[in-house]
């Protein structure tokens, strides 16, 4: 009887977090969320600052405001994170389940503060101004978030030289794309790509959002992106957290017209290259096989924090994505939460690893938005070294 609750729990978890039913869950959370900081917030806000820590605030004051509405819907968070451990401990979604709500937070709490303006509720004069500009500080955030950051999609060119390249080849790195629909952004990624003559396409995990059973529409908007991705040389892709163990899927739609590795080389002797794909929960021994001298080898995954594993490697290059350059950039913060490697260019024991931002966002409830991060089709262009270029 309990397994067959947690089906049907679970079921219909799997069901809100799909667009658009993502939507309606993660506002009515926030809606709840937000009507009951309006009701208890300030007996919340009197309790902790009078009767536990013993401070008065001046009634009128911006601080006492952000108080009474941030107290009671933090809490209420915490709440909802408790009641779901089950789930949460179960499928590993930490955070996912809350829907981002205290997002929602910045457009709620804009929309009260110039309620209050208007309706002239909030008659100290040395308020209005600072809660004006609050509110369109959060109003803006609001919009930027969710319509301007999401779907600026930038270009990124690398070149690197090599004297296993005899003549240059293009690779275009894509990852996360993390398909719900087919929409403006997925467009404009075929529009650039297209446009990019590459030889080689390879992506690094999560085309979509699992569960496969459950996402059909994300589904078939992945496979109608892939059917466009066209180049020389192949499209080739390795499985992420969310296409996990779910990417054979796609080949059994597509067929030939994309390239699925898992732990497999794949060997491009005309270009003189040769590229590795690796698992998400990739094993170490596969690794220590040597690897073809000749070519130029390329290693590709998901998470950046396989790298660790990577020791002592002959390969020359290697290629990851996940992190999404942390989606929601705030400084040192989301160092210490992405890790190591956020974003971009680094050195690896003398390899050059690059992690992708990917094209899409973080799925289940979480909203999708982006702040201070954009999307990215990465251009790497190998080139024969130039010998009189060591001069």
């Not at 107290?71 to 179960?90: A, D, G």
């Not at 992106?225 to 499985?239: A, C, M, N, P």
């Not at 913060?333 to 956020?342: A, D, E, F, M, T």
């Amino acid at each position: 009887m309990l397994k067959g609750i947690h089906e049907i729990v679970l079921g219909l978890y799997w069901r809100s977090c799909q667009y658009p039913w993502y939507i309606f869950v993660n506002i009515g959370l926030a809606v709840i969320f937000y009507l009951l900081a309006l009701k208890y917030g300030p007996t919340l806000r009197t309790f902790i600052c009078d009767k536990v820590l013993g401070l008065k605030c001046p009634s009128d004051s911006v601080f006492v405001l952000l108080l009474d509405i941030g107290i009671p819907f933090i809490l209420c968070s915490i709440l909802v994170v408790i009641l779901s451990l089950p789930l949460l401990l179960y499928k590993g979604i930490v955070f996912n389940v809350l829907g981002y709500a205290l997002f929602y937070w910045f457009l709620f709490f804009s929309i009260q503060l110039f309620y209050n303006l208007l309706r002239k509720q909030i008659t100290a004069h040395s308020l209005t101004i600072p809660l004006f500009v609050i509110g369109i500080f959060l109003l803006l955030v609001f919009v930027m978030a969710l319509f301007y950051y999401p779907n600026q999609i930038k270009q990124r060119f690398l070149a690197f030289e090599s004297e296993k390249i005899t003549e240059k080849v293009r690779i275009i790195h894509l990852s996360d794309v993390h398909a719900e629909n087919y929409g403006s952004r997925e467009k404009e990624l075929i529009k650039i790509v297209s446009s990019l003559n590459a030889d080689i396409i390879l992506i690094t995990g999560d085309m979509f959002i699992k569960p496969y059973k459950y996402n059909t529409r994300g589904f078939n908007a992945a496979v109608k992106i892939l059917d466009q991705l066209h180049s020389k040389h192949g499209v080739y892709l390795v499985e992420g957290h969310h296409d996990y163990q779910e990417t054979h899927y796609l080949a059994d739609v597509l067929g030939d017209k994309i390239n699925v590795l898992n732990e497999q080389w794949h060997c491009l002797d005309l270009l003189g290259i040769s590229i590795f794909g690796a698992t998400l929960y990739s094993e170490i021994e596969p690794f220590s096989e040597p690897v073809p001298d000749d070519n130029f080898n390329i290693y590709f995954s998901h998470d950046p924090d396989r790298m660790e594993y990577r020791k002592d490697t002959d390969f020359d290059l290697a290629l990851f994505g996940h992190t999404h350059a942390g989606q929601v950039y705030i400084p040192v913060l989301s160092y210490l939460i992405v890790g190591k490697y956020r974003h971009g260019l680094y050195d690896h024991h003398g390899i050059p690893i690059y992690v992708n931002a990917g094209i899409g966002l973080e799925g289940y409830l979480a909203p999708r938005i982006r702040w201070f991060t954009y999307p990215e089709v990465v251009v790497i262009d190998l080139e024969p070294l130039d010998p009189g270029g060591e001069d």
